[in-house]
């Protein structure tokens, strides 16, 4: 038949679109899986605690400045009142905070997501409260403050399991709420107004045994801030506007210390002015990323290895495995002179497709290294046997199994990197063609050609 090449070629085609679909489906399954993770994360987060960010402590006090001013002439002469309210704010001039955060592990069926119970000692030192003396900006006008509050503010209140606080030695009861309305969450203790304008040293204590989800993040809100923190998880995620001074991580645990000082942050400048705090989902990335908020520095208690991360980056390389097995499959039927008819080509693809599918459903219930391993081993098992027949003979099979082996292995070296993977690939991509093309270099592809097409 003169066209059964044309014939074959089209037919290819056709396997290889059918192909594409299939992987097309299985990434959509990918990608479902992922949602229903992030389903359980949100579930755990209003079930428990969200992540949370420490600002505090902070003592602030709420003033309302009145003046009368005179409206209208002769005997419809009056005053008008007009008010302006504020609040002062003091921030301390030393910040210390000492934590360590004990992970418990919560799960909403098979999806498990990474809570943490952190008990953090944080203290505090002004060396004087004068920016709490209120200045007048009218004149002959009436000012009135209300007492002085100690705050302690985070993302989400329903964290806070107990808190405790002692100023110059004496305990202070914390109640809920701020009385800050840009950070209204977390707690506070009214001071007496004596503190107002006081001119020697004040210190506090805070005790805080605080929950949250994934994500832990500090504001510098001290003249010099030094922050402590301690945990059992090995895979810490460094983020936010600075990096840790000192860091140690081992198979233990880290721990990593922050040493700031306000000629290297604005957030003083910012909280004095009440701007929202960057969080975990706002964090700056870059000069001008993010503009309006206050600096944070932050740890994510995030597993590395995000199963449907690693398979959803497997399968966009699931196109180059069929080609590349294709390829293979190619060479030996026109090296071989043997018939391989499209169906089995399709059989092929699909085994090769399944790979993916097993991936992701494995990697739910094992560890994600062992359930490649699994699923790889499966199929090149089946790809050996089937190649055995389809290639007419054990020691045409066994070669073709042992490169799809080294595609599965290369497919994993390139998911374990993050820096090299595109050279690595491309390393590997240059290998194959340069194989392939060594391979065949005195075919003669005319007279092979002819040949198919009389048969």
């Given at each position: 038949?003169?066209?059964?090449v ?56 709420a ?61 505090a ?78 210190t ?46 081992t198979?233990q ?54 199963a ?50 097993l ?12 359930s ?84």
């Amino acid at each position: 038949m003169k066209n059964a090449v044309l014939f074959k070629l089209l037919s290819l085609v056709g396997v290889v679109v059918m192909l594409v679909f299939g992987l097309g489906l299985i990434s959509e399954v990918v990608r479902d899986r992922q949602h229903y993770r992030d389903e359980a994360t949100r579930s755990v987060t209003q079930s428990l605690a969200g992540s949370q960010t420490l600002l505090g402590p902070i003592i602030h006090s709420a003033c309302v400045e009145t003046w009368d001013v005179p409206t209208g002439t002769g005997a419809e002469r009056a005053l008008v009142e007009q008010r302006r309210e504020f609040i002062l704010t003091a921030l301390p001039d030393s910040l210390d905070v000492q934590g360590n955060a004990a992970m418990q592990e919560r799960a909403r069926g098979l999806h498990k997501v990474n809570t943490y119970a952190l008990n953090a000692k944080l203290s505090a030192r002004w060396s004087n409260l004068e920016s709490l003396k209120p200045s007048a900006t009218q004149k002959n006008s009436r000012m009135n403050c209300g007492a002085p509050i100690v705050m302690l503010a985070v993302d989400d209140a329903r964290g806070i399991r107990t808190a405790s606080a002692v100023l110059d030695g004496q305990s202070y009861k914390l109640k809920p709420g701020t009385f800050y309305p840009a950070y209204a969450k977390g707690v506070h203790a009214a001071l007496p107004d004596a503190l107002r304008g006081r001119t020697d040293e004040l210190t506090a204590n805070f005790e805080l045994e605080l929950l949250g989800t994934e994500r832990l993040s500090i504001v510098p809100a001290g003249g010099n801030t030094v922050v402590q923190l301690k945990s059992p998880w090995p895979h810490p995620s460094f983020g936010g506007r600075f990096l840790p001074a000192e860091r140690t991580v081992t198979e233990q645990g880290f721990d990593a210390r922050w040493r700031l000082s306000a000629l290297a942050s604005t957030a003083q400048a910012d909280l004095g002015q009440g701007k929202p705090v960057c969080g975990a989902e706002s964090e700056p990335t870059g000069p001008g990323a993010v503009k309006g908020c206050v600096d944070t520095f932050s740890v994510g208690f995030i597993d590395p290895v995000n199963a449907y991360s690693l398979s959803d980056r497997a399968t966009k390389y699931g196109l180059l495995f069929v080609a590349l097995t294709f390829v293979a499959v190619g060479l030996f039927e026109f090296m071989k002179r043997l018939r391989v008819h499209p169906v089995q080509y399709l059989l092929v693809g699909s085994a090769l497709c399944i790979f993916f599918l097993l991936l992701v459903s494995l990697s739910e219930h094992l560890p994600f290294n062992l359930s490649y391993a699994v699923a790889a081993s499966a199929c090149v098992l089946l790809l050996t046997y089937y190649a055995s027949h389809m290639l007419q003979g054990i020691w045409r099979g066994l070669p073709f199994g042992l490169g799809i082996g080294l595609l599965y292995g290369l497919l994993f070296t390139l998911l374990q990197l993050e820096q090299t993977a595109l050279v690595v690939g491309a390393i590997a991509l240059f290998v194959v063609l340069a194989v392939v093309m060594v391979l065949t270099r005195k075919v003669d592809w005319y007279g092979r050609l002819a040949l198919k097409a009389e048969a």
